[in-house]
């Protein structure tokens, strides 16, 4: 079965800081990767994805993550945070023999402080 | 262009009562999926449409829980009866891929309160 961990429940950094959100993952095969962000009282809105090649993959709002197979992870960065960037950020996974099924991760409430 | 459209935004029942979502999703995509989130959890899927057939409804509830995608476009969930642990945010979410090469579009939820 596939899984996703995000190991933190929250992260706290302050604006104009670089922020990490960090996801790693388990799946058969090759993954593909995602990463959503959700607003109070909003469905969730796509960030950017890996699904092959280069393994920095740049995607919305300046926001940036970094494939590793060894390590399994897909951590989330920014080089600098907006205080708008607050949000509930999810990781995501599919693959593998669960074919178009995307499993989601607990998810991480980011809080960036003026 | 529209969104996924979602309705009712909130939804508030006694226990053991029937309760209905309808979803809307982006024209022209043929997958349709129904998520369920609990709060402070990651969504968890319910059931997969591709087109009208259910190709995944494997963590679907089926006692309770129905759902259908007449026609290919629309979709209802149904919850009958509802318990209080039915208590969550219904996500309905559409893609214009079968596989994950493209991503989710999410609609903004049905917040259901069971009683």
């Known amino acids: 079965a596939q899984s996703v961990a995000q190991p933190e429940d929250q992260v706290n950094v302050a604006e104009g800081n670089p922020l990490t959100v960090k996801c790693t993952y388990s799946?058969?095969?090759?993954?593909?990767l995602f990463w959503y962000v959700q607003y109070p009282n909003r469905g969730l809105q796509f960030l950017l994805k890996y699904i092959t090649g280069d393994n920095l993959v740049k995607g919305s709002y300046g926001f940036e993550a970094e494939f590793n197979k060894s390590q399994t992870s897909f951590h989330l960065k920014k080089p600098s945070a907006l205080v708008s960037d607050s949000a509930l950020y999810f990781c995501a996974v599919a693959g593998g023999t669960s074919y178009g099924k995307l499993t989601f991760g607990q998810g991480t409430i980011l809080t960036v402080h003026p | 262009e529209a969104g996924v459209v979602q309705s009712p935004r909130y939804k508030i029942i006694e226990k053991k009562q029937p309760v209905a979502f309808w979803c809307n999703p982006i024209?022209?995509?043929?997958?349709l999926y129904w998520y369920l989130q609990n709060l402070g959890q990651g969504p968890e899927l319910l059931i997969r449409y591709e087109n009208e057939e259910a190709v995944d409804d494997s963590q679907l509830p089926k006692d309770r829980f129905s759902a259908e995608r007449l026609k290919g476009v629309d979709s209802t969930l149904k919850i009958q009866p509802a318990e209080l642990g039915d208590s969550a945010v219904y996500l309905c979410?559409?893609?214009?891929?079968?596989?994950?090469?493209?991503?989710?579009?999410f609609g903004e939820g049905s917040r259901l309160t069971v009683l």
């Open positions: 799946v058969s095969g090759n993954p593909y």
């Open positions: 979410a559409s893609s214009p891929d079968r596989g994950f090469a493209g991503e989710l579009f």
């Open positions: 024209s022209g995509h043929n997958t």
